[in-house]
């Protein structure tokens, strides 16, 4: 079945580190997205890709990095000078050009301890 | 730039009845599409329906409707015959059709009762 794969479901961290968040889509999907979810704020947007090799910093990019070397994967790294980085992720993936929303992912929930 | 809100934080329904979550937005664009997603305890974003914003006829699907009222810039959701199933988070959102950006409200979680 296609789809999009987080990995992994839930996450700890200590204060300090660095940590990588994995995303991987076989829907053939050109755009790749994530998406920080916070009580009462909603999903804001991170970063996007709308093609390999490409990304764009979207609306809470500061403390965060990504990188788009195929088209399946979009991982999304959260350094150290993130703030407040313990919410719940969402990746998600488009057909270029279309507008019939997104597909998601089922999230990773990120902790710091 | 584009926004969502959505003012309603919390609702609830008996079940079998019918409710209606309100969104509005704003856009500076002419080329957008409006989204209704469902988010269950689960945490799976899961999409409802869908209105093109150059189609004036209201999209329905199944219990779901919308009522999409372009002037106003208002895109309100109703379902009908609430099911206990409904109980989710419910998140508007608008996306630019230049950029296929995806912009979401805060959510209206619905608790459908017994």
């Known amino acids: 079945d296609g789809g999009i794969t987080q990995s992994p479901k839930y996450l700890f961290r200590k204060e300090g580190q660095n940590v990588t968040l994995s995303c991987e889509q076989n829907?053939?999907?050109?755009?790749m997205y994530w998406y920080r979810q916070d009580p009462g704020q909603g999903l804001r947007l991170i970063y996007y890709?709308?093609?390999?090799?490409?990304?764009q910093k979207g609306d809470i990019a500061e403390g965060y990095s990504v990188s788009r070397e195929k088209k399946e994967s979009f991982p999304l790294t959260v350094t150290s000078a993130q703030k407040n980085p313990t919410a719940f992720y969402l990746c998600?993936?488009?057909?270029?050009?279309?507008?019939?929303?997104?597909?998601f992912g089922s999230g990773t929930r990120l902790t710091v301890v | 730039a584009q926004t969502v809100t959505q003012s309603q934080p919390e609702m609830s329904v008996q079940e079998a009845e019918t409710v209606t979550l309100s969104c509005t937005y704003d856009?500076?664009?002419?080329?957008?599409?409006l989204f209704w997603y469902k988010q269950p305890p689960s945490r799976q974003m899961i999409l409802v329906i869908r209105?093109?914003?150059?189609?004036?006829q209201n999209a329905t699907e199944n219990r779901f409707s919308v009522n999409f009222q372009k002037a106003a810039k208002s895109f309100s959701l109703k379902i009908s015959d609430s099911q206990l199933g409904d109980t989710a988070m419910y998140f508007c959102?608008?996306?630019?059709?230049?950029?296929?950006?995806?912009?979401f409200g805060t959510g209206t979680l619905l608790a459908v009762q017994p």
């Open positions: 856009t500076s664009e002419n080329n957008y599409y």
């Open positions: 209105q093109e914003a150059y189609k004036q």
């Open positions: 998600a993936s488009s057909a270029d050009g279309a507008n019939y929303g997104y597909t």
């Open positions: 829907l053939n999907h050109d755009a």
């Open positions: 890709s709308q093609i390999v090799n490409d990304f």
């Open positions: 959102a608008s996306q630019s059709g230049a950029t296929n950006k995806l912009i």
